[in-house]
């Protein structure tokens, strides 16, 4: 079922940031003081796990009718990130993301797809994911540039905000996309929600983060959803059980006989 395929793509991974303390008077990019230099500083900080395995229920709304899935989801940072599902007691597909791209097969109808993330980017609405951009994205990290020249930063007794102060600009394959983006982070400098609007046209992204749990000096959010809005809505959701930081074997491989599905 391609809609497995997509499902694994769009949650091949996930976790980790890393806390310090908030600041408590008002913030504006407007004026460059100490405070703004450290928040910026916090919420593009790099995680620190070298792997990590995550337990996880996975809810896809895409218009079809799609089981919850029971994820194992594994990753070794910067590297890869690898994810089995099963529904129904059943193995249903597995995939598999690197720097160099994006794989995954279902075997209900025995298809897989192989491609580099313009696919991923076409699930999500945008141009801008890599694979650092979306391994951040999963694990409740910045995944946009945020600098004070092109974000306003308020604060308020919820949190941080930030909002574009102009369209965003992100190139790819030779063509050009604007955006507008809000950002908000609650007192710890957690990252809470995101929201990205094409500009001139409908495509919305909109990841939340909540429930966030302390592991092995990491912040690790336990509730992740993606919204997808343009010509057809969608929305996954993973809810994550259990962290773990022990090393283990992801194997992939396509079986024998699967058909490749064409990317368009």
Not at 29 to 35: K, L, M, R, V, Y
Not at 192 to 213: F, G, H, P, R
Not at 229 to 234: A, F, H, T
Request: charged share 20%; proline share 3%; with cysteine.
């Amino acid at each position: 079922m391609k809609k497995y395929i997509l499902a694994a793509a769009v949650i091949i991974m996930m976790v980790s940031c890393k806390t310090k303390t908030a600041v408590e008077n008002p913030i504006s990019t407007n004026s460059p003081i100490a405070s703004n230099t450290a928040f910026f500083k916090t919420i593009t900080e790099k995680t620190n796990f070298q792997q990590l395995k995550i337990n996880s229920r996975i809810t896809a709304e895409t218009g079809k009718f799609i089981p919850p899935l029971d994820a194992t989801i594994y990753i070794e940072k910067d590297k890869k990130v690898w994810i089995n599902m099963i529904a129904i007691f059943l193995n249903v597909g597995r995939g598999l993301a690197t720097p160099d791209g994006i794989k995954g097969y279902e075997k209900w109808n025995k298809t897989y797809i192989e491609s580099d993330f313009s696919y991923l980017n076409g699930l999500l609405n945008v141009n801008f994911i890599d694979y650092g951009a979306f391994q951040n994205l999963l694990l409740g990290k910045t995944f946009i540039p945020v600098t004070a020249k092109d974000f306003k930063l308020t604060k308020n007794a919820q949190g941080y905000l930030l909002t574009s102060i102009k369209d965003l600009s992100f190139q790819s394959n030779g063509s050009s996309h604007e955006y507008s983006a809000s950002l908000s982070y609650n007192n710890e400098m957690d990252l809470e929600n995101v929201s990205l609007k094409k500009i001139n046209a409908s495509d919305e992204l909109q990841v939340s983060y909540a429930n966030w749990e302390n592991f092995e000096n990491n912040k690790l959010p336990k509730t992740v959803k993606i919204v997808i809005k343009g010509s057809k809505d969608s929305q996954i959701l993973l809810e994550n059980t259990k962290f773990e930081s022990s090393k283990m074997d992801a194997p992939y491989s396509v079986p024998n006989n699967y058909k490749k599905t064409e990317i368009k």
